[in-house]
């Protein structure tokens, strides 16, 4: 079985990074509460540079912050698209990203499963959120080319927490009301711990 898939398919060798990453600059993270984060973005209509540019930043800040997905509007731009870079249950690694994502309604009658999420814009905090085994989203690539990317367990659930942040919704959203009082609670005490981290990981990218 391939090990690696960029933009959904199959490649025999890929580095550490993706390569965008060297292009890009760090941009400041969002954290949840600042408007932007909570209210559905705009579709991407232009495809060039600009675009190009912000995917770009976006790999190189996903990756400072240690993150296995990040979307625009983490990132301060209210536009509908994502990085990832994401394990499945298999082990096998997902790279890529996708403009204007639709998910695909997961199949009635099909249980969701509990597992351990967190989000770079509730820094610190992780708890346990029901999502889809699988995933299909369709959209488009950074040329304006159609996608289709299919996923199964954590990068399902990478696909459906990213998809949810171009709606305006976060993970704490999906959460009791005590869930989301000890998400907060965990963000607390360890933002900082957090935060001098990326740091050190900003340099040790640059």
């Given at each position: 079985?391939?090990?690696?898939f960029?933009?959904?398919?199959?490649?025999?060798?890929?580095?550490?990074y993706?390569?965008?990453?060297?292009?890009?600059?760090?941009?400041?993270?969002?954290e949840?509460?600042?408007?932007?984060?909570?209210?559905?973005?705009?579709?991407?209509?232009?495809?060039?540079?600009?675009?190009?540019?912000?995917?770009?930043?976006?790999?190189?800040?996903?990756?400072?912050?240690?993150?296995?997905?990040?979307?625009?509007?983490?990132?301060?731009?209210?536009?509908?698209?994502?990085?990832?870079?994401?394990?499945?249950?298999?082990?096998?690694?997902?790279?890529?990203?996708?403009?204007?994502?639709?998910?695909?309604?997961?199949?009635?009658?099909?249980?969701?499963?509990?597992?351990?999420?967190?989000?770079?814009?509730?820094?610190?905090?992780?708890?346990?959120?029901?999502?889809?085994?699988?995933?299909?989203?369709?959209?488009?690539?950074?040329?304006?080319?159609?996608?289709?990317?299919?996923?199964?367990?954590?990068?399902?659930?990478?696909?459906?927490?990213?998809?949810?942040?171009?709606?305006?919704?976060?993970?704490?959203?999906?959460?009791?009301?005590?869930?989301?009082?000890?998400?907060?609670?965990?963000?607390?005490?360890?933002?900082?711990?957090?935060?001098?981290?990326?740091?050190?990981?900003?340099?040790?990218?640059?």
């Amino acid at each position: 079985m391939p090990r690696v898939f960029v933009q959904g398919s199959p490649t025999g060798h890929y580095p550490r990074y993706a390569p965008e990453a060297g292009r890009g600059a760090v941009r400041r993270i969002t954290e949840t509460g600042e408007e932007i984060l909570h209210k559905p973005c705009r579709d991407v209509t232009e495809f060039g540079p600009d675009l190009a540019a912000l995917i770009d930043d976006m790999f190189r800040t996903m990756y400072v912050a240690e993150g296995a997905g990040l979307a625009a509007n983490q990132v301060g731009v209210g536009l509908r698209l994502f990085v990832y870079d994401c394990p499945d249950d298999d082990g096998a690694r997902h790279v890529g990203h996708i403009v204007n994502p639709v998910l695909e309604p997961a199949p009635t009658g099909r249980a969701l499963l509990d597992d351990v999420e967190g989000c770079l814009s509730v820094p610190g905090a992780t708890m346990s959120v029901p999502r889809p085994g699988r995933a299909v989203v369709r959209g488009k690539d950074k040329t304006g080319a159609p996608l289709v990317i299919e996923g199964t367990g954590y990068f399902a659930r990478c696909l459906t927490h990213e998809t949810d942040h171009t709606h305006g919704v976060v993970y704490l959203d999906r959460l009791s009301k005590r869930g989301k009082r000890e998400a907060l609670r965990q963000t607390t005490a360890h933002r900082d711990e957090v935060f001098a981290r990326r740091a050190a990981r900003a340099t040790q990218l640059s």
